[in-house]
């Protein structure tokens, strides 16, 4: 999704326990394996050091999801195959939280696999805040929903005035950036990403008006 100005930095956390983050260190070695690409190699792509990349997969580490997203890019794969645990048949409840009112923050509500992974986001913002979106593996879209606020988003240079109930889906393997104005925005984002070795389908930026 997205990284946000100095100051304005959504809390994005990773793995809170060490069994969390030695399974997600393991899954990081088996995708990189599979590639048969070096760790050296991986950390280049991902634009981290090797030390933390080896921390990492030794499950030594509580990496940010920014990281994780990196990797995952680096890897070609969506974010949620680093993440993914196993899921249940039952009902599935996610309780409400409160807006931090310091930052944006974003929540992964819920991931449903069929030929394509999906995540759903809620993604709150203050008012005149600016983030800059983090280009996720090839083929992934983008689709915001807009709750309440104002905003403006999309991809870099091609931004889309957006009010409640408007759905935008665009492109997230690019530069894209999310602006609000003088109200605070509240969003769902569902980001979908074709699994691996399944061809990515076309993508093209639409926009959908709010209907009475």
Known sequence: MADGEAGRRARRTGPASSAASTAVGAQIRRRREQRGMSAAELARRAGI???TLSG???G?????IDTLDAIAVALSIPLTDLLARPTS???VLVPATPPNTDGPT???LRRISSGHSLELWRLRMPARTHLHGVPHAPGTVEHLLV???HLSAGPSGA???LGPGDLLAFAGDSAHEYRTGEVDVDVTVVITAPVLDRPAPPTALTAHPSRP
Do not use: D, V
Not at 60 to 64: D, I, K, L, R
């Open 159 to 161: 931004l889309r005035a």
């Open 49 to 51: 050091s090797k030390a």
């Open 89 to 91: 048949a039952g009902p």
């Open 106 to 108: 974003r929540e992964l």
């Open 147 to 149: 709750a309440a606020g």
């Open 60 to 64: 030594s580490g509580n990496p940010t």
């Open 56 to 58: 990492l997969e030794a």
